[in-house]
């Protein structure tokens, strides 16, 4: 019984231990924005990290002047003339109050665009954030930092043949 009850407040300590990380995310800092007019609306974008860069994970922020309340809204991202994504804005999973992108990465340099269409009580209206400039990716090329990264997978593969091939010796 008391191996028990110890079982089960070890595992009580571990379940709120792991927990408390989580909850202690750190609010969206903006440190960068822009005004986009949207038909009748104003929308501020924010941006966690500035001046942006390829593969860097970042937070977007769009906040109509008025709020979100009674409006609907989709982001289209352009990246040159092609359309890289399409969606639905949708609150920020960290600041309620506003639309918003969660750890997001823009995957090439150069020039993108955000393109915005609201839908609200003043109607419907369209705007966008041109000449949106991406920097090359921070680091060493992507290739480069995976092949570093398996290094330690080859050591513990090596590792493991060598134990195999001494136990069987030893077996024998």
Do not use: C
């Amino acid at each position: 019984m008391r191996k028990t009850l110890l079982g089960f407040a070890g595992a009580a300590a571990l379940l709120l231990g792991l927990a408390s990380p989580a909850l202690a995310f750190e609010p969206v800092n903006v440190v960068h924005t822009e005004k986009v007019q949207a038909g009748p609306y104003e929308v501020t974008v924010g941006f966690s990290t500035w001046p942006l860069k390829a593969m860097q994970s970042l937070d977007f922020t769009f906040a109509p002047e008025d709020g979100i309340t009674g409006k609907q809204g989709t982001l289209t991202m352009l990246y040159g003339n092609e359309v890289m994504d399409d969606d639905p804005l949708a609150r920020h999973p960290r600041k309620r109050e506003v639309w918003g992108l969660d750890v997001q990465a823009l995957p090439e340099p150069g020039t993108w665009a955000m393109k915005f269409d609201i839908t609200g009580p003043e109607g419907a209206g369209s705007g966008e954030l041109k000449n949106l400039r991406v920097m090359e990716q921070p680091g060493p090329p992507m290739g480069l930092s995976w092949a570093i990264s398996t290094i330690p997978l080859f050591g513990l593969v090596a590792l493991i043949v060598v134990a195999v091939r001494r136990t069987r010796e030893n077996v024998s």
